[in-house]
């Protein structure tokens, strides 16, 4: 453990694209404490940088990894997430689950985007006609977040970003779903340091409070926007993601074991649309399913128990066939905003609900 904390320190400046691959234990084979029973789920996917928030796709039969890169900085952590200073994004790439990682190296810097003043957080990532799009949040030089984009013609990049974010855009988690029809579609946003209920009036409020309202008033959520052709625009206005109670009523705010926070992601299975997010302050992953990528989506239950860690972060995705759950915790650091990245097998009842992952 010594030497690869030491190895994390050393790597954190790095600011030049260098491959490097980095093996760790297969991700099924989780260590054992003394007597014999797991002390984790699944084993960091890297150890030669502090990973979190891990984006998966498949590109090219490869596996494709767009996270978070978590440095140390010492700021004192709030609930605004200064703490959480990242400045610039990884690529990992493995050719299946459990087998070696490589590190690419440096894709994109906040000094490389024009418009950015700090705190790149959480990525995702799109494919189309011969472009990838790596889509991100960063405060912009007001100290509000928007998101932009930025293009590259490999999946592991360079990524050379836009001169402006996208227009509409605001708060964090970016994840692009795109559909068997050919649409795509882009869920984001985060409260708390996310800033999303600074939004409430359609336009960022400076004033408005730190957190989102707590009372029984319906809950805050998710923003949706379909995305344009040439995928760096909106296609009509954002609308809320709508999540619903098994009655068809709007989840409420004092809901926090269900409502949404943060870290949304969309995949499809059997024609059914499965909307999946953080609770935030209660740690868990859960689902709600739809029957349109746009809406509306009842609640289903928990995919992930709470995580090492105050964050929790993932993104889900099928490989030769088996379906995956990436996601972070921090069993390296310790530490809340160092983290690191695993993966481990997401498995379904034969009606299609998602089985609870207790990591």
Same mark, same amino acid.
Not at 32 to 38: E, P, T, V, Y
Not at 62 to 81: A, C, R, W
Not at 128 to 141: A, E, I, Q, R
Not at 321 to 347: A, C, M, P
């Given at each position: 453990?010594?030497?690869?904390?030491?190895?994390?320190?050393?790597?954190?400046? /790095?600011?030049?694209?260098?491959?490097?691959?980095?093996?760790?234990?297969?991700?099924?084979?989780?260590?054992?404490?003394?007597?014999?029973?797991?002390?984790?789920?699944?084993?960091?996917?890297?150890?030669?940088?502090?990973?979190?928030?891990? !984006?998966?796709?498949?590109?090219?039969?490869?596996?494709?990894?767009?996270?978070?890169?978590?440095?140390?900085? @010492?700021?004192?952590?709030?609930?605004?997430?200064?703490?959480?200073?990242?400045?610039?994004?990884?690529?990992?790439?493995?050719?299946?689950?459990?087998?070696?990682?490589?590190?690419?190296?440096?894709?994109?810097?906040?000094?490389?985007?024009?418009?950015?003043?700090?705190?790149?957080?959480?990525?995702?990532?799109?494919?189309?006609?011969?472009?990838?799009?790596?889509?991100?949040?960063?405060?912009?030089?007001?100290?509000?977040?928007?998101?932009?984009?930025?293009?590259?013609?490999?999946? !592991?990049?360079?990524?050379?970003?836009?001169?402006?974010?996208?227009?509409?855009?605001? !708060?964090?988690?970016?994840?692009?779903?795109?559909?068997?029809?050919?649409?795509?579609?882009?869920?984001?946003?985060?409260?708390?340091? @996310?800033?999303?209920?600074?939004?409430?009036?359609?336009?960022?409020?400076?004033?408005?409070?730190?957190?989102?309202? !707590?009372?029984?008033?319906?809950?805050?959520?998710?923003?949706?926007?379909?995305?344009?052709?040439?995928?760096?625009?909106?296609?009509?206005?954002?609308?809320?993601?709508?999540?619903?109670?098994?009655?068809?009523?709007?989840?409420?705010?004092?809901?926090?074991?269900?409502?949404?926070?943060?870290?949304?992601?969309?995949?499809?299975?059997?024609?059914?649309?499965?909307?999946?997010?953080? /609770?935030?302050?209660?740690?868990?992953?859960?689902?709600?399913?739809?029957?349109?990528?746009?809406?509306?989506?009842?609640?289903?239950?928990?995919?992930?128990?709470?995580?090492?860690?105050?964050? /929790?972060?993932?993104?889900?995705?099928?490989?030769?066939?088996?379906?995956?759950?990436?996601?972070?915790?921090?069993?390296?650091?310790?530490?809340?905003?160092?983290?690191?990245?695993?993966?481990?097998?997401?498995?379904?009842?034969?009606?299609?609900?998602?089985?609870?992952?207790?990591?």
């Amino acid at each position: 453990m010594a030497a690869s904390l030491a190895l994390l320190a050393a790597c954190q400046s /790095t600011e030049t694209k260098q491959e490097t691959t980095a093996t760790t234990a297969p991700a099924e084979a989780p260590k054992a404490d003394s007597a014999g029973a797991k002390k984790y789920l699944s084993e960091p996917l890297i150890s030669n940088i502090y990973t979190a928030d891990p !984006s998966a796709h498949v590109f090219n039969g490869k596996i494709y990894i767009y996270p978070s890169h978590d440095i140390e900085t @010492g700021m004192p952590e709030n609930d605004k997430g200064d703490h959480f200073a990242m400045n610039d994004y990884h690529i990992l790439s493995m050719d299946s689950v459990g087998s070696k990682v490589t590190d690419h190296g440096v894709a994109l810097s906040v000094k490389d985007i024009p418009w950015a003043g700090r705190q790149l957080w959480a990525p995702d990532a799109a494919f189309k006609s011969g472009t990838y799009y790596l889509y991100f949040p960063v405060k912009d030089k007001q100290d509000v977040f928007r998101i932009g984009v930025a293009t590259s013609t490999s999946p !592991s990049g360079p990524f050379k970003a836009e001169a402006t974010p996208i227009a509409g855009s605001f !708060s964090i988690d970016p994840a692009v779903f795109q559909d068997t029809d050919g649409n795509a579609y882009m869920y984001f946003g985060g409260l708390w340091g @996310g800033q999303l209920q600074r939004w409430q009036k359609g336009t960022y409020d400076a004033n408005a409070a730190e957190k989102e309202p !707590s009372t029984d008033v319906p809950a805050l959520s998710a923003r949706m926007g379909k995305l344009s052709a040439d995928m760096k625009h909106f296609d009509g206005p954002v609308q809320d993601v709508k999540i619903l109670d098994e009655a068809g009523k709007p989840l409420l705010a004092s809901d926090t074991k269900r409502r949404f926070f943060e870290g949304g992601w969309l995949h499809k299975y059997n024609g059914k649309y499965y909307f999946s997010y953080s /609770t935030g302050d209660t740690h868990l992953l859960v689902y709600a399913v739809g029957d349109n990528p746009t809406g509306p989506f009842t609640y289903k239950g928990v995919i992930m128990q709470p995580v090492e860690g105050w964050t /929790t972060h993932h993104s889900i995705i099928e490989v030769k066939g088996k379906w995956y759950i990436f996601y972070h915790d921090t069993q390296l650091s310790g530490k809340t905003w160092l983290r690191n990245i695993k993966v481990t097998e997401l498995k379904r009842k034969a009606d299609g609900s998602i089985e609870t992952i207790v990591p």
